[in-house]
């Protein structure tokens, strides 16, 4: 089994940028595609970004092109989400999950491990 520990959540101010952090142990991390999603109050968990395994297929919720970068580094079995231009609107627990896939998308049935969460508010 997987674990996954996230990091690099905290409070911020708008327009700030953040990079979170997941780092995965008990598995081959360069075999796995990994995802990270989000869960603001009151509403369901959404897909955020996604990367196959070697990090050459990368995939996003289409708001947040071009402010958020998913990348990973295989020697340090960790994936990274790089945040830019923070909203007030991005105030979320963001989760990291891996996926025994290819790839796994924005599908969050594709992950079959989740991390605890970091907690990202933006204030405005």
């Known amino acids: 089994q997987v674990q996954l520990v996230e990091s690099g959540g905290g409070l911020v101010q708008a327009e700030v940028s953040l990079r979170l952090s997941c780092a995965a142990s008990g598995g081959t991390f360069s075999t796995l595609a990994m995802g990270w999603f989000r869960q603001a109050p009151g509403k369901d968990r959404e897909f955020v970004a996604a990367?196959?395994?070697?990090?050459?297929?990368?995939a996003y919720l289409d708001s947040l092109k071009g402010r958020f970068t998913i990348s990973r580094d295989n020697a340090k079995s960790t994936v990274y989400l790089q945040m830019n231009r923070l909203k007030p609107e991005d105030t979320a627990v963001y989760y990291c999950?891996?996926?025994?896939?290819?790839?796994?998308?924005?599908?969050?049935?594709?992950?079959?491990?989740w991390g605890h969460g970091t907690q990202v508010t933006v204030s405005s």
């Open positions: 990367v196959n395994w070697s990090g050459g297929t990368v």
């Open positions: 999950a891996s996926s025994p896939l290819r790839f796994g998308g924005p599908t969050p049935t594709a992950y079959d491990s």
